[in-house]
């Protein structure tokens, strides 16, 4: 049994970002969804969905803050504990920035229509 869970690495076209706390993740795949009749269920539609990593960062003062909400074609990698690599390729920075002082840190979230999931 190996590492699940833990140590990551967030990179936004190289640079590496200090990660802090939970990161969530999506590599885009398609959703169903049932499509329900009264008699029956008649099978199910099909639609895109956009592939996404958000998480927070430590913020530090070689950030530059502006910059880093108007990204909108980057290459951005989460290396998980597991040894997977999760890549959004031509990302975009989706949310408001918003930072902490308390902790010192910012929420981000990249979102792309090209995510994937490059095993270990």
Same mark, same amino acid.
Do not use: K, R
């Given at each position: 049994m190996g590492r699940v869970g833990g140590i990551i690495t967030l990179k936004v076209n190289g640079q590496t970002f200090s990660a802090k706390g939970n990161f969530t993740y999506d590599i885009g795949e398609n959703l169903r969804k049932a499509v329900v009749g009264h008699d029956r269920v008649?099978?199910?539609n099909e639609l895109p969905k956009q592939a996404f990593i958000a998480?927070? !960062?430590t913020d530090s =003062?070689? !950030?530059d803050t502006t910059l880093l =909400?108007?990204?909108t074609a980057e290459t951005v990698t989460l290396d998980l504990a597991n040894g997977k690599t999760i890549m959004l390729r031509q990302a975009w920075f989706s949310d408001p920035l918003e930072g902490n002082t308390e902790e010192g840190n910012m929420a981000v979230r990249f979102e792309?229509?090209?995510g994937q999931e490059i095993p270990a």
């Open positions: 008649h099978g199910y998480g927070e !960062i =003062a070689d !950030i =909400a108007n990204f792309s229509a090209d």
